[in-house]
Nanobody, 127 residues
Framework: QVQLVESGGGLVQPVGSLSLSCAAS????????IGWFRQAPGKEREGVSC????????NYADSVKGRFTISRDNAKNTVLLQMNSLKPEDTAVYYC????????????????????WGQGTQVTVSS
């Protein structure tokens, strides 16, 4: 069974940190670029970050640049999203998704072409 499973979400205070994990089963993650997306209530889905399958190059939304770090461990079939200096506006459901290509591409944040999606994990930043 092909699936992506996110974990690591929760409640954190502003300026705190969380580490999200995206674990793949049923397919080899190494062949896919992986994106993280988020959606807050009443807002459209937003691309957060992407990591290529070719060389591990990364992309970030301006809103998270310098605070979030994406990485991958192909041996463990896992992608991580380290989130530091969290802000209340980071509150959302976070999803990981896989697209079968070497590079994220210039439009990685649009979510188009991603064939596998996880069920999401809630991140709430609040005091």
């Amino acid at each position: 069974q092909v699936q992506l499973v996110e974990s690591g979400g929760g409640l954190v205070q502003p300026v705190g940190s969380l580490s999200l994990s995206c674990a793949a089963s049923g397919f080899t993650l190494a062949s896919y670029a992986i994106g993280w997306f988020r959606q807050a209530p009443g807002k459209e889905r937003e691309g957060v970050s992407c990591i290529s399958s070719k060389d591990g190059s990364t992309n970030y939304a301006d809103s998270v640049k310098g605070r979030f770090t994406i990485s991958r461990d192909n041996a463990k079939n896992t992608v991580l999203l380290q989130m530091n200096s969290l802000k209340p506006e980071d509150t959302a459901v976070y999803y990981c998704a896989a697209v079968y290509r070497a590079w994220c591409g210039s439009n990685w944040y649009g979510g188009y072409g991603y064939v596998y999606w996880g069920q999401g994990t809630q991140v709430t930043v609040s005091s």
